[in-house]
């Protein structure tokens, strides 16, 4: 499951990217933490308008009301969780999913014990061929694959 245009679009209009109350973790860009309006800046559709990068004119492409919101920043994301009432899955939540990946599994993450890699450094996911999962993939306890919906709001086990 992944969050649509059109859900996104309820937060763009509700004045989400005006409202620092939905954007609770702090902004850095080149070891400097930014400011709220500094960072808002830099929140903007091809068109300059608040939005996700992909979109133009506050809007979504024609005909792409059901499809992924392209251009959205981690940021941007953790706001429209706050705004839904949610939060995005943790590390120990995609752990719960994968229903007990194994220490080799996290070693080759992009998690390291300190913070999380730089792209395509070290052995992450960036440097592995990518894998699918069939719709009639289970656990390795034996339970159906959860969603990201089901994660955003899972508690960690």
Do not use: I
Request: glycine fraction near 12%; charged fraction near 20%.
């Amino acid at each position: 499951m992944w969050l649509t245009n059109e859900q996104f679009k309820r937060v763009v209009d509700a004045g989400g990217y005006r409202d620092a109350k939905y954007w609770t973790q702090p902004f850095r860009r080149n070891g400097r933490e930014l400011t709220y309006t500094e960072a808002m800046r830099d929140f903007r559709d091809a068109t300059g308008r608040p939005g996700p990068a992909g979109w133009e004119l506050g809007m979504y492409p024609e005909g792409a009301a059901k499809h992924p919101v392209p251009g959205v920043s981690w940021y941007e994301a953790m706001a429209y969780a706050a705004f839904a009432g949610r939060e995005l899955p943790t590390v120990y939540h995609w752990y719960a999913a994968s229903g007990g990946a194994t220490s080799e599994q996290l070693q080759l993450s992009d998690f390291s014990s300190r913070a999380l890699w730089v792209v395509g450094s070290g052995n992450g996911p960036g440097r592995m061929a990518p894998t699918t999962c069939p719709e009639t993939c289970v656990s390795g306890a034996g339970q159906p694959p959860l969603t990201v919906d089901d994660l955003s709001s899972a508690e960690p086990t």
